[in-house]
């Protein structure tokens, strides 16, 4: 009977972490999604609200490009700033679709790898590609330190120069 009861117990631990695993690796890319036009969307909305372009280049095939999904949405500091400064949209990279053209007007920012961040002004100006290795943590995820900075750095404020005239 304990064996029975150890038996139930290990399945039901391992049934839990492949459910837990396989919400972490739901997909959040679309590879069959028209980049150039969710970029063009991105770029009207953030012109009409005052805002940047925050992009998030990766695939489904990428575990950090999911972690750092996941991270983006749960950290709530991390998630108001973007909600509040950007238009935040996912491109995809990956071997159904490789979205090379939008790749290209965004100046290649896969040379860094994947994740990578591409942040564009109201107009669709690149303003920075951002390396995501350094928005890590050093323990398998994302610093919110890091990333807060990022993110301020960035804004329409931090790069208006009125702020710097005085």
């Avoid at 991270?71 to 996912?90: E, H, L, R």
Wanted: proline share 4%; aromatic share 10%.
């Amino acid at each position: 009977m304990k064996n029975l009861i150890l038996i139930v117990a290990a399945l039901a631990l391992s049934t839990t972490s492949l459910m837990a695993q396989a919400v972490e690796n739901k997909p959040i890319y679309n590879p069959q999604a028209n980049a150039e036009a969710d970029l063009n969307a991105a770029i009207k909305s953030a012109a009409k609200m005052n805002k940047h372009v925050l992009i998030q280049v990766g695939g489904n095939w990428c575990p950090w490009c999911l972690k750092m999904h996941k991270f983006i949405n749960s950290d709530v500091k991390v998630d108001s700033m973007v909600k509040a400064d950007y238009i935040w949209i996912k491109i995809n990279y990956s071997k159904e679709n490789k979205n090379l053209p939008v790749l290209a007007r965004l100046e290649y920012p896969q040379r860094f790898g994947f994740p990578v961040l591409v942040v564009l002004d109201k107009n669709g100006k690149r303003l920075h590609t951002q390396d995501t290795g350094f928005l890590e943590d050093g323990k398998g995820g994302y610093s919110e330190e890091k990333f807060v900075i990022f993110l301020k750095d960035w804004t329409v404020k931090a790069l208006d120069p009125s702020n710097y005239m005085k």
